[in-house]
């Protein structure tokens, strides 16, 4: 028998006419599976579902199981804000009960005791809008007590407010979830043009401070509950170095060529929202100089009101789908919804653009609108094992093309020959007999290469089929060897022009 059957049996004497489907001329990779993940802290009362991996399907969901104003419930917010239509799954981790919630206040002050004007107090917490309606005659401890009143209309806000009986014209904050997320809730008030406190009425601000240790993710056990499923893009509202080192860790192990899972971290500060910092207390710039993996990425904007925890995962939600769709585009000028922009002169320039994205930090700038924009995502990667300054995984682009060809140039082959025999050339085999020779899978792989050319995702063909290598494997008798000297392509960033005149 030439023709090499899978059902067919060989020893049939039945009289039957039968037909086998082979579907490996078929085969098409289609889209990369793709999977986001996005792990918080939910509400002490929301417990039931902690170490579970749960698949979100709307806002309301969140809000239900991980309660209004959670860590986790915000940052699942933040990211449909950008995309409803990316497959999000959530994981709730605890906080750690011994630690503290981080605090904060605001203490009001009235010239001559009464107001003489109403108006309106414009606070803003947690980047999100806080009207406190003010009438003339209010003392500091009406307005305060307006002022909790108002925060705890909210539920979506990440805060409690009281006002103590002993400090009647102070709103003291709580933060709801214990940890260091609550020192990236910020505290403001007049952030937008044209917004001014009422004649006579002053603030002091405490910011939120505090707070205790986040839940740690090794106790927890996120690699475990993770196991076995691919996550391409994964968030995390600590920004503790112990709790991102462990996410690292499994993205490590992941992006190995016996594993095959390549995913990336996206995080942000939750508190010091600033450009440098101190060694001590490292702002953007400082905490990015002390990363370098192409897998993980420090989404920076100086300044904004909006916690660190939501800013990552607006990025992701941003992004996500753009990626999934052509993981070579440009992650670059895309307005991210639900950020509040730094006031105009809180916002960095050209330099300190330059000097977050030199530090491998992704660069958000705001607009003249006062919308959020991405301008450039760069991993924390720069230098390669032996310290040398390195540019290869600098673009995030650049791994999500690679972690895409891999993919796909496995499935290919393993779809189209998923029972092949192995020969060396030159042989005379039936027809219908599937051999994998070196010649046959040189052909494929220059045929796969060009279905990438054309989808934009690599180049220099020629130069591509001259330094190909196909061979069978010396020290193995079941293995092919694929050299695959890709030519990616990239991304236009910089236009570089002199103009001359006369």
């Known amino acids: 028998m030439s023709i090499s059957f899978s059902e067919i049996p060989t020893d049939n004497l039945y009289p039957i006419f039968m037909t086998e489907f082979d579907g490996s001329n078929a ?9 986001n993940l996005i792990i918080g802290q939910p509400l002490s009362s929301k417990s039931s579902l902690n170490g579970t991996l749960v698949k979100i399907s709307s806002d309301e ?40 919630a981080a605090k904060g206040s605001l203490t009001f002050t009235v010239d001559g005791d009464k107001l003489n004007v109403s108006g309106v107090v414009r606070l803003m ?11 003339i005659g209010d003392t500091a401890a009406n307005i305060a007590a307006k002022a909790a009143a108002a925060i705890n209309a909210i539920d979506n806000l990440p805060v409690t407010a009281a006002v103590p009986e002993n400090a009647q014209t102070k709103v003291e904050l709580t933060a709801k979830n214990k940890g260091t997320c609550g ?9 937008n043009q044209g917004e001014r406190l009422p004649d006579g009425l002053t603030i002091a601000k405490v910011a939120m401070a505090g707070a205790g240790a986040d839940p740690s993710y090794a106790i927890a056990g996120v690699k475990a509950i993770c196991e076995g499923t691919w996550f391409n893009a994964i968030v995390i509202g600590s ?66 009101p909006t916690p660190g925890f939501e800013k990552a995962s607006a990025l992701l939600g941003c992004v996500a789908p753009k990626a999934l769709n052509d993981p070579a585009r440009p992650l670059s000028n895309y307005t991210v919804a ?27 700038v705001g607009a003249d609108d006062g919308s959020v924009i991405v301008k450039r995502m760069v991993t924390t990667y720069k230098k390669n094992a032996a310290g040398a300054k390195d540019t290869a995984f600098l673009q995030l682009e650049t791994v999500l093309t690679l972690s895409y060809l891999r993919w796909d140039w496995n499935n290919y082959m393993s779809a189209k020959y998923p029972n092949a025999k192995l020969a060396g050339d030159g042989n005379k085999f039936g027809a219908g007999q599937v051999v994998m020779t070196p ?27 001259a330094n190909v290598v196909v061979m069978l494997d010396k020290d193995d008798p079941y293995a092919m060897q694929f050299l695959i000297p890709a030519h990616l392509i990239k991304q236009f960033f910089v236009g570089k022009s002199k103009m001359q005149f006369d």
């Open 439 to 465: 010649k046959l899978g040189k052909a494929e792989l220059l045929s796969r290469y060009q279905f990438w050319v054309e989808k934009g995702l690599a180049q220099n063909y020629e130069d591509f089929a």
């Open 239 to 304: 920004d503790e170095p112990t709790n991102v080192d462990y996410i690292k860790e499994m993205l490590d192990y992941r992006w190995k060529a016996t594993v095959q899972q390549t995913g990336v971290m996206i995080f942000s500060l939750n508190g010091n929202d600033v450009l440098d910092g101190t060694d001590d207390d490292p702002g953007f710039t400082k905490r990015g100089e002390k990363l370098n993996s192409q897998e993980i990425v420090l989404a920076a904007l100086p300044k904004s």
């Open 183 to 191: 020192h990236g809730i910020d505290i403001r008030w007049n952030h």
């Open 27 to 35: 085969t098409k990779s289609g889209a990369l599976p793709w999977k």
């Open 338 to 364: 639900g950020i509040v922009a730094p006031k105009p002169e809180d916002r960095e320039g050209f330099d300190g653009n330059n000097s977050l994205l030199r530090s491998g930090c992704a660069c958000l």
């Open 125 to 135: 917490v947690a980047g999100q809008a806080c009207a406190v309606n003010v009438s």
């Open 61 to 100: 969901q969140a809000d239900a199981e991980f309660g209004y104003g959670s860590q986790l419930a915000l940052m699942v917010k933040a990211f449909r804000k950008n995309t409803k239509f990316s497959e999000l799954w959530a994981l709730p981790v605890a906080d750690d009960s011994s630690a503290a």
